[in-house]
């Protein structure tokens, strides 16, 4: 990770344009945290780029996906799909979104 690189102000546009679906979708408090982060994978099996969506809620169990595509590649579709998954399982979730827009967990 290059701290000095110059910052991508479409990225960073579109972060937190997710933040915001996320939450409204959710309909979360400011007191939940939603995060948003671009991944450069070196293991040979696994996609160069990975973004991973986090809820962190306080008291409750961490939501996360990983999806395998960029920050700007990233669908409405995919957001609605997290959204879905975190309404519909209480439990704690950690899942990949595979190429295929199939979610396979990872718990």
Not at 79 to 84: N, V
Not at 91 to 107: F, H, R, Y
């Amino acid at each position: 990770m290059d701290l000095f690189a110059k910052r991508n102000p479409e990225k960073i546009q579109r972060t937190q344009e997710i933040k915001a679906r996320v939450t409204q979708l959710l309909s979360l408090n400011d007191d939940v945290t939603v995060m948003v982060t671009e991944l450069n994978c070196q293991d040979d099996d696994c996609p160069e780029v990975e973004t991973v969506i986090a809820i962190f809620e306080p008291g409750k169990d961490k939501i996360q996906i990983t999806l395998h595509s960029s920050i700007e590649e990233i669908t409405e579709e995919e957001i609605e799909r997290f959204c879905r998954n975190a309404q519909n399982n209480p439990q704690p979730t950690e899942a990949s979104l595979g190429a295929s827009g199939t979610v396979n967990p990872t718990v």
